[in-house]
């Protein structure tokens, strides 16, 4: 297990280090750059290069780029060129709102899918299995940020029983969670119906397995088989794509968050890149990247744990 972990460890740095140089490359060979954006298109050359030399937009790439690095390595983000303010405050407020979205989008999508995807394999080939196949393919087809705004038209306009939009603040956690319900439901469909495919199908071929035929010749029940037999033998492809699937809810809460006008990280990041407040972007990025990548690696570590034969075949 502890050479498992070094090796997962080792991918984990090296990707992040490369993860950082294409984030940084990418904003770099967009057009145009802070200072134009900030001083507007009447400004005259010599007042954007001042303004450039000010945020440090005319050292060489590789200084900026170590500069970023080293910066993010002690936990600085640097100024923001837009705002004239740290960065750090901004991501972390940002995140006290997105972190909580997809914390509770993640956990309905866990329920109705873990529910959904036991039912279908357990009924595989009859009508129960059909319905739920047919509901994840309309799950799939449904784009979120058009489900949102469906949410919306309905239960706040029509039904007026949760807001439209906007973010009361964490001072009255029930008005915080009532505002965040709707986008919750809008992020977790979609990635319900992903997850209960990859629950349906780890799930029948586990029921084809060996030891399944073995609890049933022992008088186990098709119902216990199937949960206690079955399902953690057919967890770990589901807790990979679970792990993709909360980074990916923090990452693609952009569209989301501006239907219902929250404050996220992905409004930041959308604000930012109009800016062309690309130090924000960068550490916004990154700031996925990392979470994407250090959950990649925590569900590595919990898939060997689960099945030995992963870490035999790294060994």
């Known amino acids: 297990m502890a050479l498992y972990l070094l090796q997962r460890l080792a991918v984990f740095v090296a990707t992040l280090v490369i993860a950082s140089a294409i984030v940084f490359a990418v904003m770099e060979i967009l057009p145009g750059d802070a200072a134009e954006t900030l001083l507007g298109p009447t400004a005259t050359p010599e007042a954007v290069a001042a303004l450039g030399h000010k945020l440090g937009l005319d050292l060489p790439l590789y200084v900026r780029y170590g500069r970023w690095i080293a910066g993010l390595a002690r936990g600085d983000f640097g100024v923001s060129y837009a705002y ?5 405050p901004l991501i972390g407020a940002s995140l006290a709102i997105s972190l909580p979205l997809a914390a509770m989008a993640m956990a309905l999508s866990a329920a109705m899918a873990l529910a959904a995807g036991v039912y279908a394999a357990g009924r595989r080939g009859r009508a129960g299995d059909a319905v739920v196949i047919g509901l994840t393919q309309v799950g799939l087809a449904v784009p979120n940020f058009w489900l949102a705004i469906l949410m919306v038209i309905v239960f706040a306009v029509w039904l007026r029983l949760v807001p439209a939009g906007g973010f009361p603040g964490w001072a009255d956690p029930a008005r915080a969670f009532g505002a965040l319900i709707l986008p919750a439901v809008a992020l977790g469909v979609v990635q319900a119906a992903i997850l209960t495919r990859v629950t349906r199908s ?30 953690p033998n057919a967890l770990a492809p589901v807790l990979t794509i679970m792990g993709l699937q909360f980074a990916n809810l923090i990452a693609g809460a952009i569209v989301v968050e501006n239907v219902f006008v929250l404050p996220g990280l992905g409004r930041l990041m959308l604000q930012s890149i109009s800016n062309r407040d ?5 550490d916004c990025v990154m700031l996925i990247a990392i979470l994407v990548i250090g959950l990649n690696f925590v569900v590595d570590v919990a898939c060997a744990a689960i099945d030995p034969r992963l870490r035999s075949r790294s060994a």
Do not use: C, F, N, Q
Not at 205 to 217: G, V
């Open 84 to 88: 004239g303010s740290p960065i750090a």
């Open 202 to 231: 780890a799930l029948i071929e586990a029921l084809d397995e060996d030891y399944m035929r073995t609890a049933r010749a022992k008088g186990v029940s098709r119902r216990a088989a199937l949960w206690r037999h079955a399902l």
């Open 278 to 282: 690309t130090l924000v972007v960068e």
